[in-house]
């Protein structure tokens, strides 16, 4: 399954955006021309990046080298032949900041919340100022009680960076919430 992922900020760069947007003959400033390119990414997955998201953007670009990685006990690792096929991890307790979308397909979901998720990160939260990204974004799917579907609802978690975890800032939009986790086990790929 393919996201627009922080991975996407790294690989920005000038030819590659001016790839995504040759259909527009109109000159277009930095911001316009990132606009452009996370649609052009989005619609692969048939999410649309609202023109509000500019700001976002922006900040997540111009800030994409300042990740916090957040620290994990590995505990197993599974492979076939030679190659890392995912990851078992346990991360440690902490504030996180979430959302639930149920969206038709769960790549929207995960987009949707993430781009939530951005707002808050870039101002839109009590503190009033970027926060800082870290990584990785956890993604939370439920199986049903039958124990052979997923449910719809995707939740979308990121760590608050450790100068935040003492004092969590609020965020503006209530779809998100600010939770303590123990520590949580996850599979990474």
């Given at each position: ?28 400033d930095e911001d316009d021309r990132l606009l452009s ?34 620290t994990f006990s590995p505990i197993s690792c599974h ?111």
């Amino acid at each position: 399954m393919a996201l627009i992922s922080l991975e996407d900020l790294d690989g920005l760069d000038d030819e590659q955006v001016d790839d995504d947007i040759t259909d527009n003959p109109e000159p277009m400033d930095e911001d316009d021309r990132l606009l452009s390119h996370w649609q052009a990414i989005a619609s692969t997955h048939q999410v649309s990046i609202p023109p509000e998201m500019t700001g976002p953007i922006h900040e997540m670009t111009h800030n994409s080298q300042q990740r916090e990685p957040l620290t994990f006990s590995p505990i197993s690792c599974h492979e076939k032949m030679g190659e890392l096929l995912y990851e078992e991890r346990e991360y440690p307790a902490g504030h996180w900041a979430s959302v639930t979308r149920g969206e038709d397909l769960y790549e929207q979901s995960i987009s949707m919340g993430f781009m939530k998720l951005m707002r808050f990160i870039c101002k839109e939260n009590s503190a009033g100022r970027y926060l800082g990204m870290t990584v990785p974004v956890v993604n939370n799917i439920h199986m049903m009680e039958d124990g052979n579907t997923f449910e719809k609802d995707v939740e979308t978690s990121f760590f608050l960076p450790t100068r935040f975890q003492t004092n969590p800032p609020q965020p503006f939009d209530p779809d998100i919430t600010i939770v303590h986790r123990e520590p949580i086990r996850v599979v990474a790929r």
